[in-house]
């Protein structure tokens, strides 16, 4: 597969994802504040800042409405989900032979929806977020049932997975104080919604429920999240997904220099699939959380290295 290929449907991917994640965080946040007090509030818009990726363009000023049309409306924020629909439909329009007419109609349906003039004066806040989130997994599922799963789907899945994984891992450590600092002390009722809440934040609280039943605890929110092997927002899930990916275009492209990544891959789908939750919570957990993002990162470098941004040299290696 040509590099510029490979490169617009990981990006395509990772950037839909990033949107679909801000829009839920939003949605998430805004619907507590039904619950909060005023106190409250600002510490938890803070965490949504923290959990994006602590954005430089962007503070929190003390009006949750106004940063929610910021993070989803403003073009000229990076990290807007506008911005994320954008970037994603200019890098499937430079593939637009290597995807199904399926996908390309329901990602530049969205692209019109989410740029229209005047939306947000249009629309409840809450109304578009879920405008994005619905038309974002309608373009997964699209994807899946309409597109070959050959070299291009897996590097579609990988800028999936990898953003994903590493959106998780920024979530948990914004949560980081209100999950593990003191776990032994009774949790307070308001502690309770803010656990819900982080699971909400990554689709979970049913899917925690039928597991755990409804038993709110940190070590368990904390494992479900970092170590179940089945539920798609765990960030084992994501890791898993993604190597298999990895695995697949290594065989189907035929590269002989591919170990440096899944070395990578490997280091931190064992690090995910052989610790326990005590492991985890005996070490500094923030500092375990960082170190995914670090791998990830890694990933993604070594990545770009090998299938995108490679020398002549290792193109003649093979």
């Known amino acids: 597969m040509l590099s510029r290929v490979a490169d617009s449907l990981y ?7 990033r949107a679909e994640h801000t829009a839920r965080l939003l949605d998430v946040n805004l619907n507590l504040m039904l619950d909060e007090s005023s106190a409250s509030s600002g510490l938890r818009w803070e965490r949504v800042l923290h959990a994006i990726g602590a954005p430089h363009d962007v503070e929190w000023n003390g009006d949750p409405y106004a940063l929610t049309q910021t993070l989803s409306h403003d073009a000229q924020k990076k990290g807007s989900i506008v911005s994320c629909i954008v970037a994603a439909r200019e890098n499937s329009r430079h593939v637009r032979e290597q995807i199904s007419t399926e996908q390309w109609h329901q990602l530049n349906s969205l692209y019109l929806q989410a740029t ?3 939306l947000q004066n249009e629309i409840d806040p809450t109304e578009f977020l879920q405008l994005v989130m619905d038309s974002i997994h309608q373009f997964q599922g699209i994807t899946d049932s309409t597109m070959s799963h050959g070299e291009g789907w897996h590097f579609i899945q990988v800028g999936r997975f990898i953003e994903r994984a590493t959106a998780t891992a920024m979530l948990l450590e914004a949560y980081h104080e209100d999950l593990w ?7 307070e009722g308001s502690e ?3 656990w819900m809440g982080l699971l909400r934040s990554a689709t979970a609280f049913e899917a925690y429920c039928k597991v755990y039943t409804a038993d709110l605890s940190p070590e368990k929110v904390l494992e479900f999240l970092l170590l179940d092997p089945r539920f798609p927002h765990s960030l084992r899930f994501a890791i898993d997904t993604m190597q298999n990916a990895l695995e697949a275009i290594q065989q189907e492209s035929g590269k002989q220099r ?20 005590d492991d985890i919570l005996n070490q500094d957990a923030v500092t375990v959380l960082q170190n995914i993002q670090a791998q990830c990162r890694a990933i993604h470098n070594t990545i770009y290295e090998l299938y995108i941004d490679y020398s002549i040299q290792i193109a003649l290696a093979g």
């Open 192 to 194: 309770y919604l803010e």
């Open 258 to 277: 591919a170990e440096p990544l899944h070395r990578l891959a490997g280091r931190l789908h064992a690090m995910l699939s052989f610790s326990s939750i």
């Open 181 to 187: 600092i003191h776990p032994e002390r009774i949790p």
């Open 116 to 118: 229209r003039p005047n």
């Open 11 to 17: 990006w395509m991917s990772r950037y839909l994802e």
